[in-house]
């Protein structure tokens, strides 16, 4: 990185913490500090939400996901806006009914305290885990790309989320986020439009996506029931629509976003931005991944993305096995070259047709050199991370983007994990603060109630870099929190639609029921039985089931705990 480079990526992240911590300043009660005093308009409450939404994972690891697989995991999203509407019928009117601070209080007014407390519970050790590896993915990757020390990027990027999330509570995290949405999209837009460019003179746009197409690159829909197969129309759709009504409908980090909305309307058409914006934004991020594929296509590219796990096998006794991967490599990427020439050239069904088996055919002795690569990579260091989805876009901005820019970008990716772990911290402090401390401790002022959501939210911030510091890396960093959020988000479904809809389900019933049903999903996920998107109905299904069941046998006898007006 140059000076110019460090100016960029320095000045962005102190200009957000210090905006965020001016404008946010001065909260005088709960409402304000949790709430940010009901003041959010429907378009901040929009890009906060997708801001949530929107890690450095999605920045990271989306890209990577297209270079390797393609286009299909933005079917993942198709139930997002199915989810939106749900949410703005069902969920918010609810809500700012009860005027509540954090989705689980509702459930205490509809079943009891320990219903309530559970759910919080589920929430705070999905959410702590969750904002754990929102710090750590960013660190792990800039730290084996750069060279920096991975404690000190944990430390450093979770410090500067506490200082201004803690100082000005919801109010600025939301107003933090839309200079980091602002500059998020900012730096993708331009990262898209630079690869573009870098394409040999005679490939256009419609030709890049021609060549993405015949290497398999652009099938976005996928229709089939193989249950094998994660990413598929019916997996998104389905199981997506239910993920999504749980992260939106329950997850307090999402929850507290519109709960700071001026009104229902100004919640609702927060929520349906998201809706209308957040599929076509995925879209797009994975399409900055295809190109950067077709860019590879005519550029060498590395045989091994993760340059932590070459230094090791550069430095180890097989060493030469490596080089001659690299050298065969060479060859083909040479082959492969002079066959997208050819065939962007090609004019006839049927000589597009042979040159396209030609692509794939090298394409795949490609790939067989990249998991040879992985082979020698583990016999040089049992203990190297050899999957490198989450390293492609990263070694693209430092290798091949302009000065300035590559600060740029790297704000774009700690801007992102900035205000996703921002609204984390600031949903576990206040559930910990309303949910468990305020609900159990009475009599204390407005006052010291504001200074327990800092501690705690202060608190959780520790935890979260701790998590983050003794994490290992997954297969694909943006799965991991989803699957995270699959193990627990159906059964806290499950529970808030038993409390909306079936009125004869109690509390004992559905107590039970969401402890034997959070065994049942973690067994389930353990032993690999099903994809983790179809957990999110899976769980919904069964603690819903079991809860109708329970009652039947218990009958009557269940009766509901009269509410402390404090909540």
């Known amino acids: ?7 960029v990526l320095i000045g962005t ?22 709430k940010g005093g009901n003041e959010s308009k429907w378009w901040t409450i929009g890009l906060s939400v997708m801001a949530t939404q929107a890690s450095a994972i999605t920045f990271l690891s989306t890209p990577g996901q297209a270079f390797h697989s393609g286009m299909g995991f933005v079917q993942f999203y198709f139930g997002l806006p199915i989810a939106m509407v749900v949410i703005c019928l069902v969920f918010i009117p609810i809500y700012h009914r009860l005027n509540v601070f954090t989705a689980y209080e509702y459930l205490e007014t509809r079943f009891d305290l320990k219903t309530r407390t559970l759910t919080a519970m589920l929430f705070l050790i999905q959410r702590g885990l969750a904002a754990g590896i929102t710090i750590f993915a960013p660190a792990i990757i800039l730290s084996a790309v750069l060279g920096w020390n991975l404690i000190y990027l944990n430390v450093i990027i979770g410090v500067l989320v506490i200082i201004y999330t803690v100082s000005g509570g919801t109010k600025a995290v939301s107003v933090t986020q839309k200079q980091q949405m602002a500059i998020i999209f900012l730096g993708m837009f331009l990262a898209f439009l630079i690869i573009l460019n870098y394409l040999p003179l005679d490939i256009s746009f419609n030709k890049a996506l021609e060549i993405a197409g015949a290497s398999g690159k652009m099938e976005v829909l996928d229709f089939s029931f193989d249950f094998e197969n994660r990413y598929t129309f019916w997996s998104g759709l389905i199981g997506g629509t239910f993920l999504a009504l749980s992260y939106f409908g329950t997850d307090q980090s999402q929850v507290q976003r519109y709960l700071s909305g001026k009104s229902i309307k100004q919640s609702q058409m927060g929520l349906i931005m998201n809706g209308l914006l957040k599929v076509p934004m995925q879209f797009f991020i994975l399409l900055v991944g295809v190109m950067v594929f077709v860019f590879y296509q005519f550029n060498a590219s590395p045989l091994h993305f993760n340059p932590a796990a070459v230094k090791d096998v550069m430095s180890s006794e097989y060493a030469s096995e490596y080089v001659a991967l690299e050298d065969e490599k060479k060859g083909i990427d040479a082959q492969l070259r002079t066959a997208q020439l050819t065939f962007s050239e090609a004019e006839s069904d049927s000589e597009k047709n042979t040159l396209s088996a030609e692509i794939l055919n090298l394409q795949q002795q490609e790939e067989t050199l990249r998991e040879q690569s992985k082979a020698v990579i583990k016999k040089a260091n049992p203990n190297a991370e050899t999957n490198d989805k989450d390293y492609v876009f990263i070694h693209f901005i430092l290798n091949n983007l302009p000065r300035g820019l590559i600060g740029l970008l790297l704000a774009v990716i700690l801007s992102a994990a900035m205000s996703s772990t921002a609204s984390e911290l600031n949903a576990l402090g206040s559930t910990t603060a309303i949910d468990l401390y305020k609900r159990n401790v009475k009599g204390r002022t407005d006052k010291q109630y504001v200074n327990a959501s800092k501690w705690f939210t202060m608190l959780w911030g520790v935890i979260a870099i701790l998590i983050a510091c003794v994490a290992n890396l997954f297969e694909n960093l943006i799965e991991l929190v989803n699957i995270i959020g699959s193990i627990f988000y159906g059964n806290v479904l499950g529970v808030f639609l038993l409390a909306f809809f079936i009125k004869y389900v109690k509390s004992n019933a559905t107590f039970i029921a969401a402890l034997i049903t959070q065994a049942i999903v973690i067994v389930v996920w353990w032993l690999d039985i099903m994809p983790y998107l179809w957990l999110n109905l899976f769980g919904c299904a069964v603690v819903m089931g079991i809860a109708v069941l329970l009652q039947v046998i218990l009958g009557n006898t269940t009766t509901k705990t009269p509410v402390s007006s404090e909540g």
């Open 13 to 34: 992240l102190a200009f957000i913490v210090l905006y965020g911590t001016y404008k946010a300043r001065g909260s005088k009660n709960v409402t304000d500090y949790l």
């Open 1 to 7: 990185m140059e000076q110019i480079d460090w100016i």
